[in-house]
């Protein structure tokens, strides 16, 4: 499965967000300059961040699983963790 998330948070801001959230649940499987990767049982994670207009980043989160698997719920729960960031009065709602 693959998500979007667009945000006006600089593109290193986003991958240090991706070490910190997944780097306690899963283990980094490869990085890059604007790309991180992590696995573990449950699938791999790929996130990757694009400058994208200026002052936007686009974030791009790939898993390998299926919609609905345990790495899709980690996947989602991050990028409302990015936006949270930027928006800490936003409130996460769902069940990822």
């Known amino acids: 499965m693959r998500y979007f998330h667009r945000t006006a948070l600089a593109p290193d801001a986003v991958l240090q967000e991706a070490d910190r ?3 306690s649940r899963l ?3 490869g990085a890059a300059t604007r790309a991180r990767t992590f696995s573990g049982t449950i699938g791999r994670v790929t996130i990757q961040v694009t400058a994208e207009g200026g002052h936007y980043t686009l974030v791009t989160v790939e898993t390998d699983q299926v919609g ?3 790495a899709d719920k980690l996947a989602k729960r991050f990028l ?3 936006h949270q960031r930027l928006e800490p009065e936003h409130v996460v709602r769902g069940a990822y």
Do not use: N
């Open 27 to 29: 283990s980094p499987a």
């Open 80 to 82: 409302a963790v990015v």
């Open 68 to 70: 609905e698997s345990e």
């Open 21 to 23: 959230f997944f780097g």
